[in-house]
Each structure stands twice: as C-alpha cells, then as structure tokens.
C-alpha cells in the first residue's frame, strides 16, 4: 500500500542521510585534526611575534638611553674644546702682549 511505501521511502531516505552522515564525520575528523594542528601552530607564532616585539622594543629602549648618553658625552666634550680654544685664545693674545712689549 502507499502507507508502506512511504515508510520505505522514508526509512531508506533516513538511512542514506545516516550513512551520510558518518561518512561526512568520518571527513570531518582529519580536518578537525588538522585545524587543532594550526590553532596551536598560530598560537605558538603570534606568541613568538609577542615575544620578538617585546624583545624589540627593549633593545630600541637600551638603545636610545646609549645614543642619549653618547650625546651628552658628545656636548660635553664639545664644551670642554670650546672652553680650551677660548682658553687657547686667550693665551695667544697674552702671549702677543708680551712679544708686543718686549719689541718696544
């Protein structure tokens, strides 16, 4: 009768949509692996990307704070010449002075 084959109908339905569905979890397994796989590969990269840009940014800071003292022994010693070319200077005219005076 059409009760009983509708039934089959719908049983053979059911179970192709079964067997459909244990063959499309029988795929999804690896790709679940797989995607675990990267999860963790991605995770342990962008942890070393932390990690290197912090590194990074430690040595940029060490850095600037050497530039910045190489600066001020820099203007140091550019004052310590200017004060003994002054000083140079100032003894040359002294010392021409003196020559002035003893030729007269």
């Known amino acids: 009768s059409a009760l009983r084959e509708t039934k089959r109908a719908l049983e053979a339905t059911l179970n192709d949509k079964t067997a459909n569905e244990s063959r499309m979890q029988r795929q999804m397994h ?9 999860v963790r590969e991605n995770n342990q990269l962008h942890l070393e990307l932390i990690t290197r840009g912090e590194e990074f940014h430690a040595y940029q800071q060490k850095d600037t704070l050497k530039f910045k003292a190489l600066e001020g022994k820099l203007s140091d010693s550019a004052f310590v010449i200017a004060q003994q070319a002054q000083h140079i200077r100032e003894l040359e005219r002294q010392l021409d002075e003196h020559r002035d005076r003893m030729q007269q």
């Open 30 to 38: 690896p790709l679940q692996k797989e995607l675990g796989r990267m």
